[in-house]
């Protein structure tokens, strides 16, 4: 199929692209890599009445570390940031998330801002801005903001975003030198989307687990971080029983979807299955990097 007809924009400036953001009153949608959104217009799931092409605009693909943040404009390219010297030394968890998406045709064209725009509730990018707490700098006719990641994924497909805003930037804290990591997913094939995936980060002092960071994907209608499950390894530590509990009170807390391509229960169960294993790979790495 082809897409619907749409008016066409390619500005230069950011402020250009918020002002025929405007004209359009919410009917417009930016392009930035495009490997979700057109073919969404081919198939007719998405009729804009206007293109609003980020491409030419100098600066959105900057890669910056500022004060223990690393700072990456939004058109930065999935592949360009999959061997990204700062995005290996000071994200690592974005580095192996980044591996997990897709094929390389569509990172070689998604971008960040994009994929996180698009709030797909499989997208391992989402997942690592909750896992990490992560933020995103948005510009629109208002002026700019921030919004942290947790009160970005309003539903599936659906930002806290306003019609005339676009994503410039995505903030990550630094990995705090010596974390584990570790990243479990479960689809059908490599590249397909998820139907459930974990992602943790995990800090240790001496024999305590002082910081763990617990994130979904594919499970819900959106990404979401598991405190309840971070409290049992920061309280009880990173031992058999710790972990085992954790991933049990992962499972129970999850709201799972079904679809065609699993069941809820399934779905939960994925849960506590990835949680265990993505905990002991980031313990196991840890013990590593510090040992």
């Known amino acids: 199929m082809k897409p619907a007809k749409f008016d066409y924009h390619c500005p230069a400036t950011v402020d250009e692209a918020i002002a ?13 890599g495009g490997q979700s959104l057109v073919p969404m217009m081919n198939f007719r799931l998405a009729t804009p009445a206007a293109i609003i092409d980020l491409n030419r605009i100098p600066g959105l693909d900057k890669i910056e570390l500022t ?4 700072r990456i404009g939004a058109m930065a390219r999935q592949r360009r940031l999959e061997f990204a010297p700062a995005v290996a030394e000071k994200l690592p968890l974005l580095g192996e998330a980044l591996g997990w998406v897709g094929h390389l045709p569509t990172r070689t064209r998604g971008t960040i801002g994009g994929s996180i725009a698009h709030a797909d509730p499989a997208a391992e990018i ?24 947790p009160d970005l994924f309003v539903a599936p497909l659906t930002t806290a975003l306003e019609p005339d805003e676009i994503l410039t930037e995505v903030r990550f804290p ?12 479960f689809a059908r094939r490599k590249g397909d989307f998820a ?6 980060m995990l800090v240790r002092e001496g024999e305590r687990c002082a910081t763990a960071h617990l994130a979904t994907a594919g499970i819900g209608p959106v990404s979401v971080r598991l405190s309840e499950a971070e409290n049992i390894l920061e309280q009880r530590g990173l031992g058999e029983d710790a972990v085992a509990a954790a991933a049990q009170r992962a499972a129970e807390l999850v709201e799972p979807m079904a679809d065609h391509n699993a069941s809820a ?3 939960r169960h994925l849960t506590g299955v ?8 980031a313990r196991d790495r840890q013990n590593v990097r510090t040992g």
């Open 265 to 267: 229960d399934f779905r």
């Open 67 to 70: 004060d223990g943040t690393l």
């Open 274 to 281: 990835l949680t265990r294993r993505a905990v002991l790979k």
């Open 126 to 149: 989402p997942m690592v801005l909750q896992a990490l707490s992560g933020e995103v700098v948005v510009r629109g006719t208002q002026g700019e903001r921030r919004i942290a990641a």
């Open 20 to 32: 025929a953001l405007g004209r359009y009153q919410g009917e417009a949608r930016v392009l930035a």
């Open 174 to 185: 630094v990995i705090p030198p010596g974390a584990g990591y570790a990243i479990e997913e």
């Open 195 to 200: 139907i459930a995936a974990i992602a943790v």
